[in-house]
């Protein structure tokens, strides 16, 4: 059975940092990603990896203050948040894939993923 199992969130101050971690199970997968879910807004990218060579997709937003990574070990995929903003709130939800059949860039489509986590609250006071 696949399981993504999220971690980390919290409650933060404006440029302070979080760590979230994604702990899959169940089957291997290719691309796993990030999306975060603001109140009263649709699901957004947020970043995404390649399982296999570690390529790396950010959306504008979070460029230069995210880092995505992955853990082949212990098949876990954090996302390490720096330099938080208020606008970074929201329920971050880890996904996975486990084909790669698009070009990378494509992944930043929801519908693309086929697993999903229960979501982890990040909220970032001003």
């Known amino acids: 059975q696949v399981q993504l199992v999220e971690s980390g969130g919290g409650l933060v101050q404006a440029g302070g940092s979080l760590r979230l971690s994604c702990a899959a199970s169940?089957?291997?997968?290719?691309?796993m990603g990030w999306f975060r879910q603001a109140p009263g807004r649709e699901r957004d990218f947020v970043a995404t990896?390649?399982?296999?060579?570690?390529?790396?997709d950010y959306a504008d937003s979070v460029k230069g203050r995210f880092t995505i990574s992955r853990d082949n070990a212990k098949n876990t995929v954090d996302l390490q948040m720096n330099s938080l903003k208020p606008e970074d709130t929201g329920v971050y939800f880890c996904?996975?894939?486990?084909?790669?059949?698009?070009?990378?860039?494509?992944?930043?489509?929801?519908?693309?993923?086929?697993?999903w986590g229960q979501g982890t609250q990040v909220t970032v006071s001003s």
């Open positions: 990896i390649k399982w296999s060579g570690g390529s790396t």
């Open positions: 996904a996975a894939r486990s084909a790669s059949t698009f070009g990378f860039a494509n992944y930043r489509r929801q519908s693309l993923f086929n697993s």
């Open positions: 169940g089957r291997t997968f290719s691309v």
